[in-house]
């Protein structure tokens, strides 16, 4: 299938490890010129490097989401750098899992005010887009967490919070061609990523946390990549609105 990312332009918020990278890499592949940002310099620096071998146009900064006019101004320069924003994708996220109220605050800044700060310097660049070639998106990373609740973690209800804002983006901006939809994922397995970490230190509540998912196993950041891909694509153009959960049906509730 021809998703129709030749020449578009991206930018993502966490691109450098795990889901982020897999989809710029996969953005990128495409033929997608992509913008990149996380904390990290020098993993900005590598992944810059490794997108521009694709043959595409790429760059990338070192940025705190959390700091709103940071990220709004390095939003503005990365739309300018490419030649325009087509795609922007909120993959950041805190991590946060504690009940107390430094990890409300911790995710709240990082993951609801940096897609709230992303989208509004990305505004005018996807609305041109949009009225250019009758389509740009927006796709935010969430969680299955979002609908699932066991102690009183600041983690799920902060991802139910960006569902609720993609929809209501989504209905704003429907007529002029701006999508926005989220992606759930599950658990999703990487070196040095959040369940990598648990292998590791713990590895018995590991081992159950994956037997309870219907596939044994846990997802790639590569099958979080293709459905981001996917819905950020020309290919899905109707597609707005929608949270497509990516979690080997390891969660029990009916999407009606």
């Known amino acids: 299938m021809d998703l129709h990312l030749k020449g578009k332009n991206a930018v993502i918020l966490g ?20 913008a990149v940002c996380a904390r990290n310099a020098d993993q900005v620096k590598d992944t810059v490097a490794a997108l521009k071998d694709k043959g595409v146009k790429a760059t990338g900064a ?14 503005e320069k990365a739309g300018t750098d490419l030649g325009g924003i087509d795609i922007l994708v909120s993959n950041a996220g805190a991590m946060a899992q504690g009940g107390d109220p430094a990890s409300w605050e911790s995710n ?3 993951d609801v005010l940096g897609a709230v700060n992303a989208f509004d310097a990305a505004y005018p660049f996807l609305e041109k887009a949009a ?3 009758k389509d740009a998106a927006f796709v935010i990373i969430a969680s299955v967490s979002a609908a699932e609740s066991d ?9 139910a919070a960006l569902i609720h804002y993609a929809k209501g983006l989504a209905r704003q901006h429907a007529k002029r061609g701006i999508r926005t939809n989220v992606v759930s994922p599950g658990m999703v397995y ?10 590791k230190g713990n590895p018995d509540y590991f081992k159950q946390a994956v037997s309870r998912n219907p596939t044994g196993r846990c997802a790639t950041p590569q099958e979080i990549a293709n459905a981001a891909v996917f819905l950020a694509s020309p290919a899905s153009s109707y597609t707005t609105g929608a949270n497509l959960i990516v979690d080997g049906a390891v969660s029990r509730r009916v999407n009606f």
């Open 15 to 34: 691109g450098t490890r795990g889901i982020g990278r897999a989809i710029a890499d996969t953005l990128a592949s495409e033929g997608a010129n992509v």
């Open 62 to 75: 070192s940025v705190d989401i959390t700091d709103g006019p940071a990220l709004k101004s390095w939003i």
């Open 108 to 110: 709240f800044k990082l």
């Open 131 to 133: 009225a250019a070639g």
């Open 151 to 159: 102690v009183p973690s600041s983690y799920g209800p902060i991802k």
């Open 190 to 199: 990487f070196e040095g990523g959040v369940w990598n970490m648990v292998e």
